[in-house]
């Protein structure tokens, strides 16, 4: 525990205007982002009697060893700044609101010559027009099968609409109405294009003018005796009504406003977010995060809007945004959503009326996704921590292993030899400091050895770092291998310039456990004691009996099965070696797909896929002429001759057997991988082996 009065500021040291501030740990890890609008007074506030501090304050300052700041000229700003860090650092003691789910949208894919409505989750995509979030999946779907009658946009994915554009025929939708085939030319992309415009337009709200011209339609087509498209309209009419009833009204006026309401206790916060457009709710989601700050509700809300419209611009942003306390200042906040939005934003609180009814409904769902999320939590937490005890006991640890690594070895008979380090923080996954390893210092099978390389390479990055930041206590000597450097050749980020991010090597685990026996479990104790590292656990996991084999004993510990403890090493060394594996074919399928073309000096992707396309497959390429290769455009005639060398001495593919007839196949024409890379024909499969 740090005494905050060792990093404490010098008096006047700390400027009197806005800016944000960052509190590290000792190992340099930003555990806190803050603004102020007088950072010497906000600051002041953290270095009082710890005696007068909220416990959670207090936790943060005694387990933090420095602070700095960043001084910017208005509190707009220092709200961005804020925003930012607070992405880029994941500080855990800041509010981080979490979704309780991955939301589905329906999206309209604009961005393409014959756009697509689908469901979509994850990251927003630019050119695409997003409608919700939506609670279920299911939900869409049911909207879009009613719209599709009067809207036939494309539904299908790329490679069936390709498939129905090569022969000529629709698929099923297209054949009962409710696509308009552009895949067959029944329409061209100009008119394809405004039926999703009009889709669009209709989710988006504009229902009543489209309404009204479809009656309009109906009438006259009844006037001049059409009585089939007249009744074919008033379906189509019947059908958008009730895909609108789907989403009753809310607000009379045809509010666009999104209402947030939250509900709280002393530890943790529920969000529920309601998206009302053109008066309709048209999407539902919800938030819940740890208080670990003392924080008022009006802090809460201030986050919640920087989370739900800090990656926002344009119309996603509504003109109103209902909430049940207003952040202080609530000035900065609102220039900041005018900012994203473009135009003016109300920010503001109901009090009667319509729109205060439907925030009670808001608050009313915050408080069930409150008790729902304690329910689960509650069990969850009891159970996480039964098994982090169970496993310090029987490991006889001094505390409970908070932080776990776990290594596994993956390959396949000896070739692409990788490795795999997972992280578990509080008994769950932390996968942003997942890292993967290429076994470089030798050849061949030896997971003894491969488990020795990695350990070595992993902590002796964790001893640079703790140079590089001045951690040594007397006596220690840094230069543990006596080589004078301590760099490492992982795949992953290396080692950046005291910028605080968590994604490191250099936060040490109180546990480390490696998929394996005794010999796996060695060889990772010995290379921490060759670099004179003593204070972090190692234990195996092996796989046949599932026992704990620890260094320099004989007999394993045996867990019993129903222990949450064993319950939990088992998820950890599960997740290595699917996390391995993964990584083991990917280099696999990379290796398949080499090409002799890849060693050809200055023939780039696209050149190579010319050849490709214009040859059909590497076979043809193979027997073609230097003056033949030359027609390619952008080809010249030395490196067509290069090409034509190393073609030469490359050996051909091994070709592909159909295994029901014993025939030979052909190399197939124009064989190539989504990258473009030629995709040899010989099946991969004919040097199995077990992948480990």
């Given at each position: 525990?740090?005494?905050?009065?060792?990093?404490?500021?010098?008096?006047?040291?700390?400027?009197?205007?806005?800016?944000?501030?960052?509190?590290?740990?000792?190992?340099?890890?930003?555990?806190?982002?803050?603004?102020?609008?007088?950072?010497?007074?906000?600051?002041?506030?953290?270095?009082?009697?710890?005696?007068?501090?909220?416990?959670?304050?207090?936790?943060?300052?005694?387990?933090?060893?420095?602070?700095?700041?960043?001084?910017?000229?208005?509190?707009?700003?220092?709200?961005?700044?804020?925003?930012?860090?607070?992405?880029?650092?994941?500080?855990?003691?800041?509010?981080?609101?979490?979704?309780?789910?991955?939301?589905?949208?329906?999206?309209?894919?604009?961005?393409?010559?014959?756009?697509?409505?689908?469901?979509?989750?994850?990251?927003?995509?630019?050119?695409?027009?997003?409608?919700?979030?939506?609670?279920?999946?299911?939900?869409?779907?049911?909207?879009?099968?009613?719209?599709?009658?009067?809207?036939?946009?494309?539904?299908?994915?790329?490679?069936?609409?390709?498939?129905?554009?090569?022969?000529?025929?629709?698929?099923?939708?297209?054949?009962?109405?409710?696509?308009?085939?552009?895949?067959?030319?029944?329409?061209?992309?100009?008119?394809?294009?405004?039926?999703?415009?009009?889709?669009?337009?209709?989710?988006?709200?504009?229902?009543?003018?489209?309404?009204?011209?479809?009656?309009?339609?109906?009438?006259?087509?009844?006037?001049?005796?059409?009585?089939?498209?007249?009744?074919?309209?008033?379906?189509?009419?019947?059908?958008?009504?009730?895909?609108?009833?789907?989403?009753?009204?809310?607000?009379?006026?045809?509010?666009?406003?999104?209402?947030?309401?939250?509900?709280?206790?002393?530890?943790?916060?529920?969000?529920?977010?309601?998206?009302?457009?053109?008066?309709?709710?048209?999407?539902?989601?919800?938030?819940?995060?740890?208080?670990?700050?003392?924080?008022?509700?009006?802090?809460?809300?201030?986050?919640?809007?920087q989370q739900l419209y800090?990656?926002?611009?344009?119309?996603?942003?509504?003109?109103?945004?209902?909430?049940?306390?207003?952040?202080?200042?609530v000035e900065p906040v609102?220039?900041?959503?005018?900012?994203?939005?473009?135009?003016?934003?109300?920010?503001?609180?109901?009090?009667?009326?319509?729109?205060?009814?439907?925030?009670?409904?808001?608050?009313?769902?915050?408080?069930?996704?409150?008790?729902?999320h304690k329910t689960r939590?509650?069990?969850?937490?009891?159970?996480?921590?039964?098994?982090?005890?169970?496993?310090?006991?029987?490991?006889?640890?001094?505390?409970?292993?908070?932080?776990?690594?776990?290594?596994?070895?993956?390959?396949?008979?000896?070739?692409?030899?990788?490795?795999?380090?997972?992280?578990?923080?509080?008994?769950?996954?932390?996968?942003?400091?997942?890292?993967?390893?290429?076994?470089?210092?030798?050849?061949?099978?030896?997971?003894?050895?491969?488990?020795?390389?990695?350990?070595?390479?992993?902590?002796?990055?964790?001893?640079?770092?703790?140079?590089?930041?001045?951690?040594?206590?007397?006596?220690?000597?840094?230069?543990?291998?006596?080589?004078?450097?301590?760099?490492?050749?992982?795949?992953?980020?290396?080692?950046?310039?005291?910028?605080?991010?968590?994604?490191?090597?250099?936060?040490?685990?109180?546990?480390?456990?490696?998929?394996?026996?005794?010999?796996?479990?060695?060889?990772?104790?010995?290379?921490?004691?060759?670099?004179?590292?003593?204070?972090?656990?190692?234990?195996?996991?092996?796989?046949?009996?599932?026992?704990?084999?620890?260094?320099?004993?004989?007999?394993?510990?045996?867990?019993?099965?129903?222990?949450?403890?064993?319950?939990?090493?088992?998820?950890?060394?599960?997740?290595?070696?699917?996390?391995?594996?993964?990584?083991?074919?990917?280099?696999?399928?990379?290796?398949?797909?080499?090409?002799?073309?890849?060693?050809?000096?200055?023939?780039?992707?696209?050149?190579?896929?010319?050849?490709?396309?214009?040859?059909?497959?590497?076979?043809?390429?193979?027997?073609?002429?230097?003056?033949?290769?030359?027609?390619?455009?952008?080809?010249?005639?030395?490196?067509?001759?290069?090409?034509?060398?190393?073609?030469?001495?490359?050996?051909?593919?091994?070709?592909?057997?159909?295994?029901?007839?014993?025939?030979?196949?052909?190399?197939?024409?124009?064989?190539?991988?989504?990258?473009?890379?030629?995709?040899?024909?010989?099946?991969?499969?004919?040097?199995?082996?077990?992948?480990?």
């Amino acid at each position: 525990m740090a005494d905050p009065s060792s990093y404490r500021p010098r008096p006047g040291q700390i400027p009197d205007s806005p800016g944000v501030y960052r509190f590290r740990d000792e190992h340099r890890r930003v555990i806190y982002v803050g603004k102020a609008k007088s950072l010497r007074q906000r600051l002041a506030n953290y270095f009082q009697d710890l005696a007068n501090l909220h416990p959670r304050t207090r936790s943060m300052v005694t387990t933090a060893a420095s602070v700095e700041w960043t001084v910017v000229s208005t509190e707009v700003e220092a709200l961005q700044l804020e925003y930012s860090w607070i992405k880029e650092f994941d500080p855990r003691f800041n509010v981080k609101y979490r979704d309780d789910k991955s939301y589905p949208y329906l999206a309209v894919t604009m961005n393409e010559e014959y756009p697509r409505v689908q469901v979509m989750r994850g990251h927003k995509k630019k050119g695409v027009r997003y409608f919700g979030p939506y609670a279920h999946a299911w939900a869409i779907r049911d909207t879009v099968d009613l719209l599709l009658r009067v809207f036939p946009v494309r539904t299908c994915s790329a490679g069936v609409f390709k498939n129905a554009a090569r022969t000529g025929r629709p698929c099923l939708l297209g054949y009962i109405g409710k696509c308009s085939a552009p895949c067959v030319g029944r329409v061209s992309a100009e008119e394809h294009r405004e039926l999703a415009e009009e889709f669009s337009d209709f989710m988006a709200g504009r229902t009543g003018t489209y309404l009204r011209r479809l009656e309009q339609r109906m009438r006259e087509a009844a006037e001049e005796m059409e009585y089939e498209r007249a009744a074919r309209l008033r379906d189509d009419i019947e059908a958008l009504k009730k895909a609108m009833e789907k989403n009753a009204v809310v607000l009379a006026d045809a509010t666009d406003a999104d209402l947030i309401a939250v509900a709280e206790d002393e530890l943790e916060a529920a969000v529920q977010i309601f998206h009302v457009r053109g008066g309709r709710v048209r999407g539902q989601r919800g938030w819940v995060t740890d208080k670990v700050e003392e924080i008022t509700t009006g802090a809460l809300v201030e986050h919640a809007l920087q989370q739900l419209y800090g990656e926002e611009s344009g119309d996603a942003v509504p003109k109103e945004v209902l909430v049940p306390a207003l952040p202080d200042p609530v000035e900065p906040v609102q220039e900041w959503l005018a900012g994203r939005r473009g135009s003016g934003v109300s920010l503001r609180i109901p009090q009667r009326g319509d729109k205060r009814a439907l925030m009670e409904t808001v608050e009313r769902n915050a408080q069930q996704a409150l008790v729902l999320h304690k329910t689960r939590r509650a069990s969850d937490l009891t159970t996480r921590s039964r098994a982090l005890e169970e496993i310090a006991e029987a490991l006889d640890l001094d505390s409970a292993p908070l932080r776990i690594e776990c290594y596994d070895i993956s390959h396949l008979q000896g070739d692409d030899v990788v490795a795999s380090m997972v992280v578990f923080e509080d008994g769950l996954q932390r996968k942003s400091e997942y890292r993967r390893f290429q076994i470089k210092g030798f050849e061949g099978q030896d997971d003894v050895r491969s488990m020795h390389e990695v350990i070595s390479r992993r902590f002796r990055r964790y001893l640079a770092e703790k140079e590089r930041t001045g951690e040594w206590a007397d006596g220690e000597n840094p230069d543990a291998d006596g080589s004078g450097n301590s760099t490492d050749n992982s795949v992953g980020n290396g080692l950046t310039e005291d910028d605080g991010r968590p994604r490191k090597f250099a936060y040490p685990p109180q546990l480390v456990v490696v998929d394996g026996g005794q010999p796996q479990v060695a060889a990772a104790r010995k290379a921490l004691d060759e670099l004179g590292i003593d204070d972090i656990a190692v234990c195996g996991l092996a796989k046949r009996l599932e026992e704990v084999w620890l260094p320099d004993q004989d007999d394993p510990v045996v867990l019993p099965r129903t222990s949450e403890g064993l319950y939990l090493l088992q998820r950890v060394r599960d997740e290595a070696h699917r996390f391995a594996i993964t990584y083991q074919r990917t280099k696999r399928a990379k290796r398949f797909r080499a090409s002799p073309l890849d060693d050809v000096p200055g023939l780039g992707d696209t050149r190579k896929q010319a050849l490709l396309k214009h040859f059909g497959s590497l076979k043809k390429l193979r027997s073609a002429t230097i003056d033949q290769i030359c027609e390619v455009p952008g080809i010249g005639r030395k490196t067509a001759e290069t090409i034509a060398v190393a073609l030469a001495q490359a050996a051909p593919a091994v070709p592909a057997v159909n295994t029901a007839t014993g025939e030979i196949m052909e190399e197939e024409p124009g064989t190539m991988g989504s990258d473009g890379e030629p995709v040899t024909t010989g099946a991969p499969d004919q040097r199995r082996g077990q992948e480990t």
